[in-house]
């Protein structure tokens, strides 16, 4: 089975901390994304990495940064935490070209406080 | 751009009933898929069941099928036989063919199963 881990379930930091969220999956998968998710939005995109060090913005990137320095690993930068930024965060892999199976961690709850 | 509408926020069932939860989206495309994912309470997001768009047939999978209406572009869920384990979130999901990266989820719909 495929398994995607987000470092930590839940995490509470102070305005203007540097957070880092860490995710890893196991199976070689190439996708790598970053979501939020709050009440009554959805899911939306902060960034996606097609390969190593390699980053594509999506819809919401502002106030957030990533880095892919091995192919199993992809972390999610928060460089001053704001409070607007508390929410749960999603990190998913796939397979690229594919029928396009999304594989989710748990999420990392983080509140800013 | 492609748009995904969940426009039932929260619904609930009896157990052993049948629900169907509802989804459009808008696209210009012609080849993509549709997908609804389930997210239990504090359990992360799975995969329920897919759909080709150039298929016709509709996707089952055991109590799970869609309705596929392309030309309407509505792709609801019907849930069959309600278990507690199916209280959940779901979500519905478009993605560009064959890109698998392009995705583009609904806000959710939030269903309870009752006993």
């Not at chain 1, 999956?25 to 960034?47: A, S, T, V």
Request: aromatic share 12%; glycine share 6%.
């Amino acid at each position: 089975d495929v398994k995607v881990t987000q470092s930590s379930r839940y995490l509470v930091k102070r305005t203007g901390e540097k957070v880092f969220l860490e995710c890893v999956q196991d199976m070689d998968h190439e996708n790598m994304f970053w979501y939020r998710q709050d009440p009554g939005l959805g899911l939306r995109l902060i960034y996606f990495s097609y390969d190593v060090k390699m980053k594509e913005k999506g819809d919401i990137p502002e106030g957030y940064s990533v880095s892919r320095e091995k192919k199993e690993r992809f972390s999610l930068i928060l460089e001053s935490a704001s409070t607007n930024q508390t929410s749960m965060y999603l990190c998913a892999s796939s397979l690229p070209g594919s029928t396009g199976e999304l594989f989710f961690g748990e999420g990392s709850r983080l509140t800013v406080l | 751009a492609q748009t995904v509408t969940q426009s039932q926020p929260e619904m609930s069932v009896q157990e052993a009933e049948t629900v169907t939860l509802s989804c459009t989206y808008d696209t210009s495309e012609n080849n993509y898929y549709l997908f609804w994912y389930k997210q239990p309470p504090s359990r992360q997001m799975i995969l329920v069941i897919r759909q080709e768009a150039y298929k016709q047939q509709n996707a089952t999978e055991n109590r799970f099928s869609v309705n596929f209406q392309k030309a309407a572009k509505s792709f609801s869920l019907k849930i069959s036989d309600s278990q507690l384990g199916d209280t959940a979130m779901y979500f519905c999901a478009f993605m560009k063919h064959a890109t698998g990266n392009q995705f583009y989820f609904g806000t959710g719909t939030s269903l309870t199963v009752i006993p």
